[in-house]
């Protein structure tokens, strides 16, 4: 009986649907990719403070990366907060 069930449309449907990337995955992903261009930024700033940076270009392009990344996960959020806040306003 067990294997009658696990064989049909709505099983499928429900392990095709746990397979899909949620939106908080990718939030969270997105925020992880922040999280470690961050940490490497740190580490090259160390470099330069120390003078053990060998180019300032490479240390100055990361800068702009990770300030562009870190643009785009707020603009991610802020998105995320006006939708929730949209949901919230609905009369129900």
Known sequence: MIEAIAGSKLADALSASAAKPTAAAGFEKMLTQLEKSENSLGSLLNDVATGQA???????LKMEETRMQFELFMQARNKVLEA?????????
């Open 54 to 60: 060998g180019s300032l270009h490479q240390v100055m």
């Open 84 to 92: 929730y806040q949209e949901v919230m306003r609905m009369q129900v």
